[in-house]
């Protein structure tokens, strides 16, 4: 039988249906049936003392402590819901509700290193993702800016310059690291080195080792140059990329979905900028949507007004959650 979902957000987007209330990435403590929690960059989720159910992966608890965020007990399995993996980072899941809603959380278009691409699902209503849904964001093929970033790499090594690669610390770090291991030496900023570490305990292969950044200084590493370094995504005004620049000369890499704008670039004062995303470019969401095939489309995050105006276009009806959105941090 369908099922009717009431469905609202505010703390996360809750989901109401048969008597039954799940809140789906809520930020801060709220009373619920079941609470899910798609993936480790929910900085925030309070564990609500009432007796709601914590749904997750086991990955996503375990990044999730690993950042000081218990998430105490947590169910890996539940009558009625499906995770389906997201692609977005290590653990990350949607989840489909009585094989009807499908919620997707942030959400993956392509495979990338050993990440595959969300899956689409058969749904009669999807929540998506809207991050990047506006025309202009088409990301390149990681192999073409894997190509890109190594044939600059090997340009700077070959005059001995240091390269920093920069990305979000839980989740495009590891992809930097995995995608560009062949250079050595590679030294990591501890919050890399430390998300590295997590992702090898839940049997990541990351291929390439890395030296974390305090022991390479105490040994005097650094003064050997060229090298690459993974460090988490910041402007190249902060204290520390201003030092490495000072000491080593360094040349700055950032990677993001945003990077297909020119202006991301000079804006985070990176000497370069490529995007490689853990989101969905535009066109990815829609072949996804399509694939999804729903009767009804709720975007959240991002661009989901004009991506629900575009998904009305092409005959889907969409309509965008609003208010959902607290801040850019919120949908890394
Ligand atoms: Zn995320």
């Given at each position: 039988?369908?099922?009717?979902f009431?469905?609202?957000?505010?703390?996360?987007?809750?989901?109401?249906y048969?008597?039954?209330?799940?809140?789906?990435?809520?930020?801060?403590?709220?009373?619920?049936?079941?609470?899910?929690?798609?993936?480790?960059?929910?900085?925030?989720?309070?564990?609500?003392?009432?007796?709601?159910?914590v749904?997750?992966?086991?990955?996503?608890?375990?990044?999730?402590?690993?950042?000081?965020?218990?998430?105490?007990?947590?169910?890996?399995?539940?009558?009625?819901?499906?995770?389906?993996?997201?692609?977005h980072?290590?653990?990350?899941?949607?989840?489909?509700?009585?094989?009807?809603?499908?919620?997707?959380?942030?959400?993956?278009?392509?495979?990338?290193?050993f990440?595959?691409?969300?899956?689409?699902?058969?749904?009669?209503t999807?929540?998506?993702?809207?991050?990047f849904?506006?025309?202009?964001?088409?990301?390149?093929?990681?192999?073409?800016?894997?190509?890109?970033?190594n044939?600059l790499?090997a340009?700077?090594?070959?005059?001995?310059?240091p390269?920093?690669?920069?990305?979000?610390?839980?989740?495009?770090?590891?992809?930097?690291?995995?995608?560009?291991?062949?250079?050595?030496?590679m030294y990591?900023?501890?919050?890399?080195f430390?998300?590295?570490?997590?992702?090898r305990?839940?049997?990541?292969?990351?291929k390439?080792e890395?030296?974390?950044?305090?022991k390479?200084?105490?040994?005097?590493?650094?003064?050997?140059?060229?090298w690459?370094?993974?460090?988490?995504?910041?402007?190249?005004?902060?204290?520390?990329?201003?030092?490495?620049?000072?000491?080593?000369?360094?040349?700055?890499?950032g990677?993001?979905?945003?990077?297909?704008?020119?202006?991301?670039?000079?804006?985070?004062?990176?000497?370069?900028?490529?995007?490689?995303?853990?989101?969905?470019?535009?066109?990815e969401?829609?072949?996804?949507?399509?694939?999804c095939?729903?009767?009804?489309?709720?975007?959240?995050?991002?661009?989901?007004?004009?991506l629900?105006?575009?998904?009305r276009?092409?005959?889907?009806?969409?309509?965008?959650?609003?208010?959902?959105?607290?801040?850019?941090?919120?949908?890394?």
């Open positions: 039988m369908a099922e009717n009431i469905i609202s957000q505010g703390n996360g987007i809750s989901v109401q048969n008597g039954k209330k799940i809140v789906l990435d809520p930020s801060s403590s709220v009373d619920a049936d079941v609470i899910f929690i798609s993936h480790a960059h929910m900085d925030h989720m309070h564990r609500p003392k009432q007796n709601s159910v749904l997750t992966s086991h990955e996503t608890a375990y990044l999730a402590a690993q950042r000081d965020n218990e998430l105490g007990a947590v169910e890996t399995e539940l009558e009625g819901y499906e995770m389906i993996d997201s692609g980072i290590l653990g990350s899941r949607g989840l489909l509700i009585e094989n009807e809603l499908y919620y997707t959380g942030d959400i993956a278009g392509r495979p990338r290193g990440l595959p691409r969300g899956k689409p699902v058969k749904c009669k999807l929540i998506l993702e809207s991050t849904g506006e025309e202009e964001y088409r990301f390149p093929p990681i192999a073409i800016v894997q190509d890109r970033v044939k790499i340009d700077l090594f070959s005059r001995g310059i390269v920093l690669l920069m990305g979000y610390a839980l989740g495009k770090a590891q992809i930097v690291s995995y995608l560009f291991s062949s250079w050595q030496p990591s900023h501890e919050a890399v430390k998300m590295n570490g997590a992702y305990t839940l049997n990541v292969d990351l390439g890395s030296i974390e950044i305090s390479a200084e105490e040994e005097g590493l650094l003064k050997r140059m060229p690459v370094m993974v460090a988490p995504m910041s402007s190249g005004r902060s204290k520390f990329v201003k030092s490495l620049k000072e000491k080593y000369g360094v040349v700055t890499i990677f993001s979905g945003w990077a297909v704008n020119e202006s991301y670039k000079h804006s985070r004062a990176l000497d370069y900028a490529f995007p490689i995303s853990d989101h969905c470019d535009f066109y969401l829609v072949s996804f949507v399509k694939e095939a729903p009767e009804k489309v709720y975007t959240f995050h991002g661009s989901a007004v004009s629900a105006e575009h998904l276009e092409i005959g889907f009806d969409a309509e965008p959650l609003l208010g959902a959105q607290k801040s850019l941090k919120s949908f890394i």
